[in-house]
């Protein structure tokens, strides 16, 4: 766990929810795949050879700018699928529930923090597909707002989901701590918007938020 600039008087928790709520390697593989099977299919292309250019960009965008990640929904808006194309698509092809169970141990860890902070959720993944996640991990009592990518039709990283919490739950961006597994995705844009940042290697470390010293001054 990584912490940048935490707010002295933070008030809410923005989480990240894939890999970062849950941590699945054949969900968080197939929920990529799933989509690069699909274009190859709407292409008549083979699915490797979608999995080629896909990968191939990437790594260009990445040596163009800095090092940088870019998602997959920006990826294959620059192959010419529109957003929400992406949306429709992650909807209908992801079904958390068939990789995903109740974690208790999280539930407990979020009714901690929930009685502190106001929990937001802002993914890369449509509200439907985002909450039947929720649903599946048996923590959806927790967030009853989620910012999805049909919210904005943007891929973060982007201003406006992030924003859209802040709006969403009352907040100034400076009172705000965004949680996620990406720095690039999660974290940098959030710090450039005057919150604070928590990068994590996966739920193992959310587990550790409410126990840690993270937040020993406000528990």
């Known amino acids: 766990m990584k912490t940048y600039n935490l707010p002295e008087n933070p008030k809410t928790l923005i989480f990240d929810i894939d890999s970062t709520l849950y941590t699945n390697s054949a969900y968080a593989f197939e929920q990529v795949d799933c989509q690069v099977r699909q274009f190859a299919k ?4 083979t699915a490797e050879e979608a999995r080629r250019m896909v990968a191939d960009y990437r790594k260009q965008y990445a040596a163009a700018n800095n090092g940088k990640k870019i998602s997959l ?6 192959f010419g699928i529109p957003i929400a194309q992406s949306v429709e698509w992650r909807k209908t092809l ?3 529930a068939d990789f995903l169970t109740r974690d208790e141990r999280l539930i407990q860890t979020l009714k901690k923090l929930s009685k502190r902070f106001n929990l937001i959720c802002v993914t890369n993944n449509p509200v439907f597909t985002a909450r039947k996640t929720l649903n599946a991990i048996g923590i959806s009592e927790f967030f009853p707002e989620i910012v999805g990518l049909d919210t904005c039709l943007k ?7 992030f924003m859209k919490a802040c709006e969403i739950t009352h907040t100034d961006p400076q009172n705000c701590i965004a949680i996620g597994d990406r720095y690039d995705m999660d974290i940098a844009l959030p710090l450039e918007l005057g919150m604070g940042g928590i990068l994590v290697t996966g739920v193992e470390e959310v587990y550790e938020l409410a126990a840690s ?3 020993t001054d406000i528990f």
């Open 42 to 45: 709407d292409r008549g292309i």
């Open 73 to 78: 929904g920006n990826t294959l808006l620059a």
């Open 94 to 96: 992801m079904e958390p």
């Open 155 to 161: 891929s973060k990283p982007a201003v406006e989901p």
């Open 213 to 215: 010293n993270v937040f």
